[in-house]
């Protein structure tokens, strides 16, 4: 069993910064991409930013030139650099990794998720 356990999250006014980290624990045979995701209350999930395990990243456009994702493979976790927040970035922040089985199956999995409130 993987367990993913973010941190970093908290209350933050418009303008300033908060650096979220996931670690990924456990029984763990393969990690490939990593990803955050994000859910506003009364919204869908939404994807934040994803790199894979070579270091490709991909943003949505908007936290693109704010945001930067990064991930340290030998210590299977991501972070999420957060500058100039703004209140619409106000959302539970989950973690995502994609991996593999030892039989080679595609597997999941999600952290438990990190609240990041900015005020204005």
């Known amino acids: 069993q993987v367990r993913l356990v973010e941190s970093g999250g908290g209350l933050v006014q418009a303008g300033g910064s908060l650096r979220l980290s996931c670690a990924a624990s456990?029984?763990?045979?393969?990690?490939?991409?990593m990803g955050w995701y994000r859910q506003a209350p009364g919204n869908e999930r939404e994807l934040v930013a994803t790199?894979?395990?070579?270091?490709?990243?991909n943003y949505v456009d908007s936290v693109k030139g704010r945001f930067t994702i990064s991930r340290d493979n030998a210590k299977n976790t991501v972070y999420l650099q957060m500058n100039s927040l703004k209140p619409e970035d106000t959302a539970v922040y989950y973690c995502?990794?994609?991996?593999?089985?030892?039989?080679?199956?595609?597997?999941?999995?999600w952290g438990q998720g990190t609240q990041v409130t900015v005020s204005s």
């Open positions: 456990g029984s763990i045979f393969s990690i490939n991409a």
């Open positions: 995502k990794a994609d991996g593999a089985l030892a039989d080679g199956g595609p597997v999941t999995y």
């Open positions: 790199i894979s395990s070579g270091g490709g990243t």
